[in-house]
Structures are given as structure tokens and as C-alpha cells.
């Protein structure tokens, strides 16, 4: 289950917390090579950031888009990239069972995230090998553009700059 939301939020909202990512006083942290990050919130620890309230909101405007309830946030953190396009990102898998995805992207970019269409087992978590995976699907980056997935899709994303949320949901039969 991918589904792509066009416009997750109003522009506002959107440059609002692209001006509070793009602060001169916002705290961003080394990640992998390439790339910087800031966590707003980590279970079991909880809020780890005062911008906290201003990014947890996309999952209200989700849930007016697509109808869900969410039962439990489990991460929840904004990533910038500043290696070109052909230099991706090694391919994201499921850490826990049964959560969702939504990565928000906060400007147009040269990336995409590209999905798989092997999916992670949890009973077999060698099942696959993360560098012979079977491509699927590519979505572009676009100002806006939200895609929600389910955690078990074996994806690489290498936006420019986005916010990814990772929850579980009160119903996941429908989602």
C-alpha cells in the first residue's frame, strides 16, 4: 500500500515549517555521510525537540486526507541531503512490526524515492539482499508532496530536505 497525497498541507503551513527548519538558531545534528538531521520525537524517550508541536501537525492534516487514527508515534525527524542524486542513500527497512510512513517533502528536488517490490519479512529478515532488490515504483519530489506507506516497503528516499513521520495506526486492516 503506497499512497501518494498531492498536497498535504497548505503552502503555508509548508513554508512555516520549512522557515523553522531553515532558522539560522535551528539545531541540526550529523547523520550519514551526506547528510544532517534533528529529531523531534524517539520512543520510548518521547519529545526531543521545541519544534515538536510545529511538525507533528502533518500527521493531523493526514488524517483529515486519508481517514486514519493514529495510535502511537514512534519517530519523527527531518533530514537535509547535499549529495547529488546518483549518490543515493542506502535502501531503508522495517525496524518494528506493523507501523506506517509518511515522508513530507518540503521543496522541489532532483529526487525521488523509489519503492521495491520485495518486502521486508520479519520472520526472514535476510530474506532479501538490500543491493539486488526489483525496482517498482519512483515518485519525484515535489513541493508538498506526502507519500504514506506501509513500514514493511523496502524503500530509499533521497529528497534534498523532508520530514519523515513513523507511527502505527488503530486500524491497520483498512490502511
Given at each position: 500500500?503506497?499512497?501518494?497525497?498531492?498536497?498535504?498541507?497548505?503552502?503555508?503551513?509548508?513554508?512555516?515549517?520549512?522557515?523553522?527548519?531553515?532558522s539560522?538558531?535551528?539545531?541540526w545534528?550529523?547523520?550519514?555521510?551526506?547528510?544532517?538531521?534533528?529529531?523531534?520525537?524517539?520512543?520510548?524517550?518521547?519529545?526531543?525537540?521545541?519544534s515538536y508541536?510545529?511538525?507533528?501537525r502533518?500527521?493531523?492534516?493526514?488524517?483529515?486526507?486519508?481517514?486514519?487514527?493514529?495510535?502511537?508515534?514512534?519517530?519523527?525527524?527531518?533530514?537535509?541531503?547535499?549529495?547529488?542524486?546518483?549518490?543515493?542513500?542506502?535502501?531503508?527497512?522495517?525496524?518494528?512490526?506493523?507501523?506506517?510512513?509518511?515522508?513530507?517533502?518540503?521543496d522541489?528536488?532532483?529526487?525521488?524515492?523509489?519503492?521495491?517490490?520485495?518486502?521486508?519479512?520479519?520472520?526472514?529478515?535476510?530474506?532479501?539482499?538490500?543491493?539486488?532488490?526489483?525496482?517498482?515504483?519512483?515518485i519525484?519530489?515535489?513541493?508538498?508532496?506526502?507519500?504514506?506507506?506501509?513500514?514493511?516497503?523496502?524503500?530509499?528516499?533521497?529528497?534534498?530536505?523532508?520530514?519523515?513521520?513513523?507511527?502505527?495506526?488503530?486500524d491497520?486492516?483498512?490502511?
Amino acid at each position: 500500500m503506497i499512497k501518494i497525497i498531492e498536497k498535504l498541507t497548505s503552502n503555508q503551513h509548508r513554508e512555516y515549517i520549512s522557515n523553522v527548519l531553515n532558522s539560522d538558531y535551528f539545531p541540526w545534528f550529523l547523520g550519514a555521510p551526506g547528510e544532517i538531521y534533528h529529531c523531534f520525537y524517539k520512543y520510548p524517550k518521547g519529545i526531543n525537540s521545541g519544534s515538536y508541536d510545529d511538525v507533528v501537525r502533518l500527521l493531523d492534516f493526514m488524517k483529515d486526507k486519508i481517514k486514519i487514527d493514529t495510535q502511537l508515534l514512534i519517530n519523527v525527524q527531518a533530514r537535509k541531503r547535499f549529495l547529488p542524486v546518483d549518490e543515493t542513500p542506502d535502501v531503508n527497512f522495517a525496524h518494528i512490526k506493523n507501523y506506517k510512513t509518511l515522508i513530507f517533502c518540503l521543496d522541489d528536488s532532483p529526487g525521488t524515492i523509489t519503492f521495491y517490490k520485495e518486502k521486508y519479512f520479519y520472520e526472514m529478515p535476510n530474506k532479501y539482499d538490500p543491493t539486488k532488490l526489483t525496482v517498482d515504483q519512483e515518485i519525484k519530489a515535489e513541493k508538498g508532496l506526502a507519500v504514506y506507506f506501509n513500514g514493511n516497503n523496502y524503500y530509499k528516499n533521497n529528497f534534498k530536505e523532508c520530514v519523515i513521520l513513523d507511527f502505527k495506526i488503530k486500524d491497520d486492516k483498512n490502511n
